[in-house]
């Protein structure tokens, strides 16, 4: 089946890091099986979730080996490569294509403010060092150079980048967005927006943290979007919200990595100076996490993963 490209839930994956600081590779590995089997459409690496910004570069790389020989051509992996300069960006980007990954996510770091022109040279750049799709990243509230409108537009000319990531809970922006790029650039949502209305506006899926933790759930609500199930996606979406309002008080590979703890996957705590999840917030992790479907509270037999007995998604099958 070939390639038609990236859609659905692509959970944002967590970096576990041992004490020494190695990548835990075992515990990386079943997650990302268990997703699959989950029924997701994808794994991003090294994103926010990810703690890209905390890990050094043989990390990540390392980070991205495991994941792709995990994923084992089931699913598309994307992996992320931020910098602050066009020249380690294209190292970085050249490297995950070699390592096989299957598109890039580009984030753009940045000290001093960056001019518009600045920031499109960085992400053409990336672009034009590799075969790969690129998913342009675009968070207004933690990045101190952002993509404006009329980067974006400019950027969506580029044969290549043909996604883009949004995390400003501006929904209006996001259908600005929508119709600036004319469909030469499909959008995904972040954990920020609420993924149900970003579907209802033309959205392609969502890379998210939380689709680590209910991934079952996850799927079941894009398939409800894609089928036009407006009112079963919503009453879906309204349960897998509470999750989201929780991961928004707390430091958020904090909430993934602690709601997989409890989940059985020993991926440790957020790398300092960050800190773990607290108590209350372990405890209401833990509260919504098997409320998301209040009708099911029982494991899905064959799964780590607590939630409903949603539909299953057809078999993804994944042609480079």
């Given at each position: 089946?070939?390639?038609?490209?990236?859609?659905?839930?692509?959970?944002y994956l967590v970096s576990p890091v041992s004490a020494?600081?190695?990548?835990?590779?075992?515990?990386?590995?079943?997650?990302?099986?268990?997703?699959?089997?989950?029924?997701?459409?994808?794994?991003?690496?090294?994103?926010?979730?990810?703690?890209?910004?905390?890990?050094?570069?043989?990390?990540?790389?390392?980070?991205?080996?495991?994941?792709?020989?995990?994923?084992?051509?089931?699913?598309?992996?994307?992996?992320?490569?931020?910098?602050?300069?066009?020249?380690?960006?294209?190292?970085?980007?050249?490297?995950?294509?070699?390592?096989?990954?299957?598109?890039?996510?580009?984030?753009?770091?940045?000290?001093?403010?960056?001019?518009?022109?600045?920031?499109?040279?960085?992400?053409?750049?990336?672009?034009?060092?590799?075969?790969?799709?690129?998913?342009?990243?675009?968070?207004?509230?933690?990045?101190?150079?952002?993509?404006?409108?009329?980067?974006?537009?400019?950027?969506?000319?580029?044969?290549?980048?043909?996604?883009?990531?949004?995390?400003?809970?501006?929904?209006?922006?996001?259908?600005?967005?929508?119709?600036?790029?004319?469909?030469?650039?499909?959008?995904?949502?972040?954990?920020?927006?609420i993924p149900a209305c970003v579907m209802l506006i033309?959205?392609?899926?969502?890379?998210?943290?939380?689709?680590?933790?209910?991934?079952?759930?996850?799927?079941?609500?894009?398939?409800?979007?894609?089928?036009?199930?407006?009112?079963?996606?919503?009453?879906?979406?309204?349960?897998?919200?509470?999750?989201?309002?929780?991961?928004?008080?707390?430091?958020?590979?904090?909430?993934?990595?602690?709601?997989?703890?409890?989940?059985?996957?020993?991926?440790?705590?957020?790398?300092?100076?960050?800190?773990?999840?607290?108590?209350?917030?372990?405890?209401?992790?833990?509260?919504?996490?098997?409320?998301?479907?209040?009708?099911?509270?029982?494991?899905?037999?064959?799964?780590?993963?607590?939630?409903?007995?949603?539909?299953?998604?057809?078999?993804?099958?994944?042609?480079?």
């Amino acid at each position: 089946m070939a390639d038609t490209g990236f859609h659905g839930v692509f959970p944002y994956l967590v970096s576990p890091v041992s004490a020494s600081g190695e990548i835990m590779a075992e515990v990386l590995a079943r997650l990302c099986d268990d997703l699959i089997g989950a029924g997701v459409h994808g794994l991003t690496a090294l994103g926010s979730t990810g703690e890209f910004a905390y890990l050094s570069w043989p990390q990540r790389r390392r980070v991205a080996e495991v994941v792709v020989g995990a994923a084992r051509g089931r699913v598309p992996v994307v992996a992320g490569v931020a910098a602050t300069t066009i020249a380690d960006a294209v190292f970085q980007a050249r490297e995950m294509q070699a390592l096989g990954c299957d598109g890039i996510l580009a984030v753009l770091e940045a000290y001093f403010p960056i001019a518009d022109d600045g920031v499109y040279s960085y992400f053409a750049a990336i672009a034009e060092s590799v075969a790969l799709p690129i998913v342009i990243y675009t968070n207004p509230n933690f990045q101190r150079a952002d993509l404006s409108l009329p980067v974006i537009h400019r950027l969506s000319r580029i044969p290549n980048i043909r996604y883009l990531k949004d995390a400003s809970t501006n929904t209006g922006r996001l259908l600005s967005i929508i119709n600036q790029v004319e469909g030469r650039m499909a959008v995904f949502a972040a954990s920020a927006h609420i993924p149900a209305c970003v579907m209802l506006i033309g959205g392609k899926g969502w890379m998210a943290g939380p689709a680590c933790v209910v991934p079952r759930q996850s799927v079941g609500l894009y398939e409800r979007c894609r089928r036009g199930d407006w009112n079963g996606a919503m009453d879906l979406q309204r349960k897998l919200w509470r999750i989201n309002e929780v991961f928004a008080k707390y430091n958020l590979a904090a909430c993934i990595k602690g709601g997989l703890e409890l989940q059985g996957y020993p991926v440790g705590a957020p790398l300092a100076p960050q800190t773990p999840l607290p108590p209350a917030g372990i405890g209401e992790v833990r509260a919504n996490s098997a409320r998301s479907d209040p009708s099911v509270e029982t494991e899905i037999p064959g799964s780590p993963f607590v939630g409903p007995h949603l539909p299953s998604a057809a078999p993804v099958v994944y042609t480079k």
